[in-house]
């Protein structure tokens, strides 16, 4: 693997977390850098930054309340990290 590649699989990894707002100050500076010089992961980060805005604004129907509460009940159940279970 070229370390091209293993710089694109890095920045592609950290696409998520960046448009979140989840990673530390240097590795967003990072990623930019990378983006700039790179128009096949600057063009992916894009599309993941269109797609992400896309589904936040289609979001504004309400979910049925049967819907809800079953998701209520699946996350209850679900263990809490850190939970030692006793």
């Known amino acids: 693997m070229s370390h091209h590649h293993h710089r694109c699989d890095k920045a592609q990894a950290l696409v998520y977390r960046y448009l979140d707002g989840e990673i530390i100050w240097f590795r967003r500076i990072r990623v930019r850098r990378h983006l700039r010089h790179c128009p096949p992961c ?30 209520r009940a699946v996350l209850r159940e679900l263990p809490v990290e850190g939970d030692t279970g006793g």
């Not at 992916?44 to 309340?65: A, N, S």
């Open 42 to 71: 600057e063009h992916g980060f894009h599309f993941e930054e269109w797609l992400k805005r896309r589904v936040h604004d289609g979001c504004y129907e309400e979910i049925p309340t049967p819907v809800y509460e079953r998701l």
